[in-house]
């Protein structure tokens, strides 16, 4: 897929993007560039290859899931301005 110079000029016009013919002239170039590098990695053989999330096999080291911290909700909502069943009520903002 290549793009012509009109195409180029209606996606700068969407966009809101004042070019001149220089720069869609470059901006053209550049992506059909780029257009023809999808072409060449679609017509790569993927067949029999397994998708993966990252280029190396990474692990994440991780620490055990434990509380540390002391519960502090009873001294948080005595000092709130309105509580009701352990829930902080607040003003309505939006009608």
Known sequence: ??????????V?????????D????AAQAQLNNIFGLIA???AVDTKGIAPMS?????????????VTEPDQR??????????EQGLYLVPQVIE
């Open 1 to 10: 897929m290549s793009l012509s110079s009109a195409d180029v000029e209606k």
């Open 12 to 20: 700068a016009r969407l966009a809101r993007l004042a070019m001149n």
């Open 22 to 25: 220089q720069e869609i002239q």
């Open 40 to 42: 060449e990695m679609q």
């Open 54 to 66: 990252h280029s190396q096999d990474l692990a994440q080291r991780l620490r055990e899931d434990k």
């Open 74 to 83: 009873a001294a948080f909502q005595a000092i709130a301005p309105q509580v």
